[in-house]
């Protein structure tokens, strides 16, 4: 008896965190072979817009897994019309494997949710279940789930500890997105990606009308940060028109803000080494504040935004000394838009639409006096800004 790996996805694109799984699938349970199976049809997430197609796919995970000798990539589900479901998947494997034992591949998130699957009960019946995990996933979860999944469908499952890569497919398109994936992406994969133009890249970015922009930014922000973003490109349009700012570059700097907001702290430092930026020893240490370095860096070199832009997308986190009026109201219409709700924005936002300067003072003495009161370090330009703010109200320069 055999023991026989099945691990599918949309592969939207392989990357290299699936391709560790794959190593350690098969090292860890010592499988004879492992089916790699990409979907044609995604049955529980759409395939976003801009995807290669299935064949596409396909012969991105060929190239990926070329070198592993026990890997098969199989187009089981390209084959079948409708959606691809993992219950068909194995009934068509079992026919070929009557003998053998099945092992199915899931992640933590998977695993949690395979009771709601199409046919649990036969995916169950058919193969073993094999759930590979990070140290800090929840093991007590985990665990309910295996005795769960015990009782409803007799199923066997095996929870497996696993090395793993912190990247995803949509973080990859992300940093395909930013010029920035190349060293997420197996290298035959990256270099079919850029000879085919896959996922965007022969798409001139630099020439974006405002409606073209907002769909461009807001696919690349995490769905819970759309709102924000939203509210905070059109609160800046509406201090624009107050205090006589550009209401274009308003929009613009509002929707590309938090553009970078979701990257973790290795992608920001990806993009920073792509475009030659280098960091501060503050910044170095202040990962939470990359994103408005690397949002600007983005604004600049992907979407070709003016250097106003740029400007008040770069300095949206700290302020800075002697700020002009957009960088005011980019820092403020984000701290305030109508989503925010916080003690104290009620009275930020009266006084935001009575004078700017004031409101810059506001925000920046409630952000210091909230990180001196949980310990944290002050970013200098937020001090420089609110030194400045502070003396401009007293009647200095």
Partial sequence: MRKIGVFGGTFNPIHNGHVLAIREFAEKMQLDSLYVIPAAI????????????????????????????????????????????????????????????????VGTDSFLKLDTWHEPEIICELA????????????????????????????????LNNRYEEISSSEVRRMLTFRCAQDYIPKPVFQMIERKK???????????????????????????????????????????????????????AGILHDITKALNEEQHLAVLRRYGV?????????????HAITGSVIAKHIF????AVCDAIRWHTTGKADMNTL???????????PNRDFPGVAQLRKITYEDLDAAM????????????????????????ALAYFSDKKNGGN
Avoid at 78 to 89: A, H, M, Q, V, W
Avoid at 146 to 159: G, T, V
Avoid at 328 to 337: H, L, N
Avoid at 367 to 375: I, S, Y
């Fill in 128 to 159: 073993t279940i094999v759930c590979v995990h990070r140290e800090d996933d929840p093991n007590d979860l985990l665990s309910a789930q295996r005795s769960r999944l015990k009782e409803l469908y007799n199923a066997q499952s095996i929870i």
């Fill in 42 to 105: 995604p049955p529980h997430k759409e395939v976003p817009d801009g995807s290669p197609d299935a064949k596409t796919r396909l012969q991105m995970v060929r190239s990926a897994v070329k070198e592993l000798p026990y890997a098969k990539v199989s187009d089981l589900e390209l084959k079948r019309e409708g959606k691809s479901y993992t219950s068909d998947t194995l009934r068509e494997l079992k026919a070929i494997h009557p003998d053998d034992t099945l092992y199915l591949l």
């Fill in 278 to 290: 280098e960091l501060s020893d503050y910044d170095s240490s202040k990962a939470k504040l990359l």
């Fill in 361 to 384: 003072l506001l925000g920046l003495t409630m952000t210091t006096d909230m990180l001196k009161e949980r310990g944290r370090e002050v970013d200098p330009s937020s001090l420089a």
């Fill in 327 to 337: 960088e005011k109201i980019i820092y403020i219409a984000d701290y305030m838009e």
């Fill in 198 to 252: 896959l996922y965007g890249l022969s798409k001139d970015t630099t020439r974006l009308s405002f409606e073209e922009l907002k769909a461009e930014s807001l696919a690349l922000h995490n769905e819970n940060r759309v709102r924000h973003v939203i509210g905070c490109s059109e609160t800046a349009v509406a201090l624009a028109e107050i205090y006589g700012a550009d209401r274009t570059d308003a929009a613009r």
């Fill in 304 to 307: 070709g935004e003016n250097d």
